[in-house]
């Protein structure tokens, strides 16, 4: 039987402080000619006030990199040129679609569509946003296949060359520097103007260098917010898109995370041809330290987690938490920190009425699955050519493919559409 409360629980914790936009948003788009006023039209189409603060508050509730004003238009943009594409094409879906297509949304948070809507609601979102946001997200795909299904074609002889160049892959490494500007309460649209100002003004690496040492409640501020050198596979999946469609010197849209918002400015990049695991999995120690005891002490006596469960004796059972998960599952303040430190190595973090040491316990590699090896007939005792084994799933490797060539085609369509369209900001 599912645990309903236990659920929304969960499912509140993970959605982090999207409540607090709401009443900023409100009064800022007040300001602004009212909640329904136009914010944006697009061939004709209005994108009201009211559906940019809910777009905001629903892609922070699902943990969204990036700056969520801009990305909400962004999204709202481009979920009105792909409704318009539909229906010149003659393609609709049905409420049924869009029921089934909640469900299947929801599930990714162990929830039903019911629960998941019941707890967004809790945070400010209105179910007819998260329903318009399936919908469109239907109507897209169907518009994809219906232009692009047919083209897409993939022979044996690009399986056989993407399983050699998976063989060895990239490792992409990156010299950035780091702005955090932590959120105290629960105002952070002045910390987003804050971000934004200091983005516009970092025009050197020195720029962005002073304002780090200024505003940045980072350990790094006083190097400038400089960080040694990163694979980009330690960093959250999600922030690692933003990085990587940033050229040297540029600096990242403010990157909202659990009581703070980031910025990284691109120093360097640089890959070296060698075995790259595909995903990454972490394991972690939180230890929560009454204000009391010297992080400093705590420090020197642990150098690996396994030292933290004598120095935690005494101290109620929450206060040591030791957790295994994917990178990208780990919240991005935490991750963050854990893409700087090596096992074993800890960082101290003010958290109000405690101080919290992070220690990173092990980071765990996981490569795709082998390349095929050279073929070598393989024979049984009696003589006979044994069955063969494939030591891959070519077919997998087909749909992965077909997947890449047909995103690469609608996301030229909707440049195209954007590039064709008449649109006015507010």
């Keep these: 039987m599912t645990d309903l409360p236990r659920k929304k629980a969960a499912l509140k914790s993970a959605l982090f402080g999207v409540s607090l936009m709401a009443m900023m948003a409100a009064t800022a788009m007040a300001q602004e000619g009212g909640m329904f006023a136009p914010r944006m039209v697009i061939n004709g189409q209005t994108v009201t006030n009211f559906e940019v603060e809910q777009r905001m508050l629903f892609l922070r509730a699902l943990r969204a990199p990036g ?5 909400a238009l962004k999204a709202l943009m481009r979920d009105r040129l792909g409704a318009q594409a539909a229906k010149d094409l003659g393609i609709t879906v049905t409420a049924e679609q869009v029921t089934q297509g909640t469900e299947e949304f929801a599930a990714r948070a162990n929830l039903n569509a019911e629960q998941f ?13 998260f329903r318009d946001f399936v919908a469109n997200g239907l109507l897209w795909r169907e518009v994809v296949r219906t232009k692009f299904g047919a083209q897409v074609r993939i022979s044996d002889a690009q399986v056989d060359r993407a399983l050699a160049e998976n063989a060895k892959t990239p490792q992409v490494q990156v010299l950035l520097s780091e702005l955090i500007i932590p959120v105290r309460g629960d105002d952070i649209v002045p910390v987003l103007d804050q971000a934004r100002a200091i983005k516009a ?13 200024q505003f940045s409640a980072a350990p790094s501020a006083g190097r400038g917010g400089r960080l040694d050198w990163l694979p980009i596979s330690n960093l959250p999946p999600a922030i690692v ?3 990587l469609t940033l050229s040297p010197g540029e600096v990242s849209d403010p990157i909202v995370v659990p009581e703070a ?4 400015q691109l120093n360097g990049i640089s890959d070296l041809e060698s075995a790259m695991p595909a995903q990454v999995e972490v394991e972690y120690a939180q230890f929560a330290l009454p204000l009391d005891l010297d992080p400093a002490e705590i420090r020197q006596q642990a150098d690996d987690c396994g030292d933290l469960y004598p120095l935690a004796r005494g101290l109620p059972a929450e206060n040591l938490r030791v957790t295994t998960q994917m ?22 973090r003010g958290r109000g009425t405690y101080n919290e040491m992070l220690m990173l316990c092990l980071r765990t590699g996981i490569p795709d ?5 050279a073929e070598i007939p393989v024979t049984t005792e009696d003589g006979e050519a044994a069955a063969d084994a494939p030591a891959v799933d070519r077919e997998a490797v087909r749909n992965e493919l077909g997947n890449q060539q047909l995103s690469a085609l609608a ?11 008449i649109i006015e900001e507010r």
């Design 241 to 243: 898109q933003q990085i």
């Design 369 to 373: 699955a082998a390349p095929p090896t």
């Design 411 to 421: 996301e030229a369509f909707m440049e195209e559409l954007r590039s064709e369209a």
């Design 201 to 213: 003004d970092s025009t050197s690496d020195a720029s962005f260098a002073s304002a780090a040492r």
């Design 67 to 71: 700056d969520p004003e801009k990305e």
């Design 261 to 264: 918002v980031v910025l990284f």
């Design 327 to 348: 990178m990208g599952s780990v919240p991005q303040d935490i991750a963050l920190e854990l893409a700087k430190l090596d096992p074993g190595e800890s960082v101290v």
């Design 117 to 129: 809507t019941a707890a967004l609601g809790q945070e400010g979102v209105a179910p007819e946003t």
